[in-house]
C-alpha cells in the first residue's frame, strides 16, 4: 500500500485513445453523483455511469453494470455501495478489468447492526417517502459544514427521489446481502486506487486502510474536508485523484 495525501493537480495525460470508465453509484444515488468527474475526465476517459436500482444482489447488479460497457477492457470506479459492486465486477470479469478505484467504501459484510437500521430506513421510505430517509441521512453523509448547503441538498434530494422507494428497497437488500470481500482483496492484479475522505462519519478511515493493504500495490488517498460524498462535496480533488490514478493504468 502506498499512501498519498497531497491536493495538487497531476499532469495531464497525453495518450491518443480515451478509455472506458465504469462508474458505479451508491445508495440512493444516480448519475448525478458523478457529474463532475465526467465533465472533467472527457479529455482521458469515455465514462458510463450505471444505474445500480434495477436488482436487489450486488451480483445481478454488477453483471447489469457490465452489460452496458463496450466490448473489451475497462477501469471501474465505484463509491460507497457501488464501491461493493465494482469488488464483485473484478471477482466476474478480472481480464476485462484493467483498474479499481474504490472510493468511501469497505470490503467488509454488513452488521447484524447495519442490516437491522437498513432495514428500519426501508419502513422509513415505504411509509413517509425517500426523501424521509434522506433527510434522515444527510447529516451523516457530508461534512458538517456542508449540511446547510441547499444547492448540494437538493442535489441528493433530486438522486433520491430518482431511485424511488423500490430501488431503494432493492438496494438495501442487495447490500444487506453483501458477501465478505476482504478474503478476494490479495487477487487483485490491476493498478488500484483507495480513496477516504477524513470526515467520513459512514466509512472510517481503518476500513479504507483495511482495503489499501490488503490490495497488492493500492494507493490510499485521502480528501481533506470532505464527509461520504467526496464526489459531490470535494470533485476537484476526487478528479484529480481519479485521473492521476488512470494515469498509472495508462503508464
Known amino acids: 500500500m502506498r499512501r498519498s495525501c497531497t491536493d495538487s493537480s497531476t499532469r495531464r495525460y497525453t495518450g491518443a485513445m480515451k478509455k472506458s470508465l465504469l462508474l458505479l453509484p451508491g445508495l440512493l444515488c444516480d448519475a448525478r453523483l458523478f457529474d463532475p468527474q465526467v465533465r472533467n475526465l472527457s479529455d482521458i476517459a469515455s465514462p458510463v455511469v450505471a444505474d445500480l ?102 442535489v441528493l434530494d433530486g438522486m433520491a427521489e430518482s431511485v424511488g422507494v423500490e430501488g431503494f428497497r432493492r438496494q438495501q437488500q442487495a447490500i444487506i446481502g453483501r458477501i465478505d470481500s476482504r478474503p478476494h482483496l490479495g487477487a487483485i492484479r490491476v493498478p488500484a486506487m483507495v480513496l477516504a475522505a477524513r470526515e467520513d462519519a459512514i466509512m472510517p478511515f481503518e476500513v479504507s486502510e483495511e482495503m489499501a493493504t490488503g490490495i497488492p500495490g493500492a494507493v490510499l488517498e485521502i480528501v481533506e474536508h470532505c464527509g461520504h460524498i467526496s464526489s459531490l462535496e470535494q470533485p476537484e480533488a476526487v478528479t484529480a485523484r481519479l485521473r492521476a490514478w488512470m494515469q498509472r493504468i495508462a503508464g
Request: charged share 20%; proline share 6%.
Open 53 to 154: 436500482t434495477g436488482s436487489d444482489t450486488i451480483a445481478a447488479l454488477a453483471a447489469s453494470a457490465i452489460a452496458r460497457m463496450p466490448a473489451g477492457r475497462f477501469a471501474v470506479a465505484g463509491l460507497s455501495m457501488g464501491g461493493y459492486v465494482a469488488l464483485e465486477v473484478m471477482r466476474q470479469v478480472p481480464e476485462r478489468v484493467t483498474g479499481l478505484a474504490l472510493l468511501n467504501t469497505n470490503a467488509r459484510p454488513d452488521s447484524p447492526e447495519s442490516s437491522e437500521n437498513r432495514r428500519r430506513l426501508i419502513a422509513v421510505a415505504e411509509s413517509k417517502g425517500v426523501l424521509a430517509v434522506n433527510a434522515a441521512l444527510v447529516p451523516k453523509l457530508v461534512h458538517p459544514d456542508r449540511v446547510s448547503d441547499s444547492a448540494l441538498v437538493k
